[in-house]
């Protein structure tokens, strides 16, 4: 099957999934060798970013979620860096070590034209780049590439809102009540869930991401959880845009894998379903690699 076929991946029996069912227990804390780390002066403050392969090689921009981090992707930056790409990741403006970043001090909230700005201007410093969106970051890539889309070789939106407007609506049987809370209430519930290891992780993944809280700042969480009830419908200027896309889910996710399919067909971008839940990053890095990559050379092909 060919990259432009629209029909759904789903992970078996290959390679990659054998690889994947086999992977290790990793200590999150430790990067991939070769990894450099160094500090990004966007709009907001000061981001957090971890490079890894040949800069002069095409790029790649990973984009972590609300309450993750560049870490998130230490399984899968080295399997894009090995098909000759050069893979660069950094931490939302609250998040973890780029927690100093924000609004302006004494007032002011996290914003959509704020953290999209962040991307726009990291997009810029480096040149344009096959972009990855997990989870809340997918609605700030969308956003960012209907305002510049010349920044975008192709966009891959891994376990992202699948609906505008108010995006948790359609949670697997909580989503309901969704309705019922505040933001700072939801967000409270987010961080139970993920300290409690309601995701069932490994007790090192478990120890680094409790671990990050220390540093992540509360309100920043509060505020993302506000922006993800009020999701910007751009389905239309993303499927206008040309771009390459790619949606990702876990047949375990958040959101039930026909939402995600829904929203795969109003973008006309390929769906990839893989037996895991809501970080295939994480559990799931070699068919996600292997897919990615595919994408990839479709969108420097011209699509051919």
């Not at 078996?12 to 999150?28: F, K, Q, T």
């Not at 924000?102 to 990291?122: C, E, Q, S």
């Not at 407007?165 to 969704?178: E, K």
Request: aromatic share 8%.
């Amino acid at each position: 099957m060919s990259i432009g076929e629209r029909r759904p991946v789903t992970g078996g029996d290959d390679e990659a999934s054998r690889l994947d069912a086999a992977l290790p227990d990793i200590d999150w804390s430790v990067a991939p060798v070769g990894t450099v780390f160094s500090r990004f002066r966007a709009p907001s403050g000061e981001l957090a970013v971890a490079s890894l392969g040949d800069p002069a090689d095409p790029r790649v921009v990973l984009i972590p979620g609300v309450t993750g981090s560049k870490e998130d992707f230490y399984l899968l930056a080295p399997i894009l860096v090995a098909a000759g790409y050069h893979v660069q990741s950094f931490d939302m403006a609250g998040q973890y070590e780029s927690a100093e970043a924000g609004p302006p001090a004494g007032g002011g909230h996290y914003t959509y034209d704020l953290l999209v700005g962040d991307v726009i201007a990291f997009l810029e410093e480096g040149g344009p780049a096959h972009v990855l969106g997990y989870s809340f970051a997918g609605i700030l890539a969308q956003l960012a590439l209907v305002e510049r889309p010349d920044l975008f070789r192709s966009l891959t939106l891994l376990t992202a809102p699948p609906e505008p407007g108010q995006a948790f609506r359609g949670v697997r049987i909580i989503g309901w009540l969704s309705w019922l809370t505040t933001a700072r209430q939801g967000a409270g519930l987010m961080i139970w869930g993920i300290v409690t290891n309601r995701n069932r992780v490994s007790d090192s993944r478990l120890a680094f991401v409790r671990s990050r809280f220390s540093l992540t700042r509360r309100s920043s969480v509060d505020d993302i959880v506000g922006l993800m009830k009020q999701v910007p419908d751009v389905r239309v200027q993303v499927a206008a845009s040309g771009i390459p896309l790619l949606v990702v889910t876990g047949d375990h996710d958040l959101w039930p894998t026909h939402l995600h399919a829904a929203n795969a067909k109003a973008l006309g971008a390929r769906l990839a379903v893989y037996r895991t839940g809501h970080s295939p990053c994480e559990t799931a890095p070699h068919q996600l690699g292997r897919d990615m990559i595919a994408l990839f050379r479709e969108a420097e092909s011209g699509g051919n």
